[in-house]
């Protein structure tokens, strides 16, 4: 489709030090990687508008297993990266006039003898320590070395996507998806995306009030903390975010179809290409 595609496999991310996000992956006999797929629609050297994808392929729960209940819906975990892989694809077939670049972590979180546990700690490859409390807190891990990964690409913007929260569906069903931003500008063309497009998304704070959730004994950050799920979790990745414009989606809700149906909504592709197709 004319995308510019580079895999980075378990080796050269142990080089790199993503200990985070190998570190969900790590109980699972299947390969965990990082893909960066990059699209030049203009000749200029214009910064690229950048997504990040939550690619947990099948989520366990890992030590901290899940309830047996619904767990087969699991492999809707990676409808975050699916987006992203979505959204690039069809830049690509539009021939669109923009500069964008997408990054999935893809891992499976399985539990197991080499499976990570809780109360261990793991340096990110930002250096930020995490004291992991909860292996079901495990797409924040894995989305902490993308937001840092993508530094190198020097973004115009970063929106990264996850089905990363129950608390969000518990907060805003699965009509709307929750939007979280270091950016004011960034966070309301998200929004007016949304409105334009029917895929809405609704802003929640992440006051600095909520970061001392994330305090740590041990570490610099753990990986979960206080009643606000869905806001600390945007919070933690917040951490790993300060050196862009940054805004981010919790799809938890919305990337299924939810009630008595099964599969998946294809959410939210369509607010991201009305993003796009308005800054182009």
């Given at each position: 489709f004319g995308l510019k595609i580079n895999i980075l496999n378990e080796k050269k991310m142990k080089k790199l030090g993503m200990n985070t996000l190998l570190g969900v992956g790590q109980g699972s006999k299947r390969g965990s990687y990082l893909v960066t797929m990059e699209w030049k629609g203009l000749k200029d050297n214009s910064k690229p508008l950048a997504f990040v994808g939550k690619g947990v392929c099948f989520d366990t729960g890992g030590i901290s297993l899940k309830p047996a209940k619904f767990m087969e819906d699991m492999t809707y975990d990676m409808a975050g990266s699916a987006t992203v892989v979505g959204l690039m694809k069809s830049l690509a077939l539009k021939k669109a006039k923009v500069n964008a670049i997408g990054v999935v972590g893809l891992v499976e979180n399985m539990p197991g003898g080499n499976a990570q546990r809780p109360g261990d700690i793991v340096k990110s490859y930002s250096g930020?320590?995490?004291e992991i409390l909860n292996t079901d807190a495990e797409g924040r891990l894995v989305l902490a070395d993308a937001l840092t990964y993508i530094k190198r690409?020097?973004?115009?913007?970063?929106?990264d996507?996850?089905?990363l929260t129950g608390a969000c569906i518990v907060a805003l069903g699965h009509v709307t998806s929750g939007l979280m931003s270091n950016d004011d500008k960034h966070a309301n063309d998200l929004y007016e995306a949304g409105l334009k497009s029917q895929d809405k998304a609704w802003r929640l704070p992440i006051w600095d009030v909520y970061q001392k959730d994330l305090n740590s004994n041990f570490a610099d950050i753990a990986n979960i903390g206080g009643r606000a799920g869905t806001i600390t979790a945007a919070c933690f990745l917040s951490r790993f975010t300060k050196d862009y414009d940054w805004a981010h989606l919790d799809v938890a809700g919305t990337a299924h179809i939810?009630?008595?149906?099964?599969?998946?909504?294809?959410r939210p592709v369509p607010l991201l290409s009305q993003f796009l197709i308005d800054k182009a």
């Open positions: 930020k320590t995490v690409f020097n973004p115009k913007t970063v929106t996507v996850a089905t939810g009630g008595l149906a099964k599969g998946a909504s294809g």
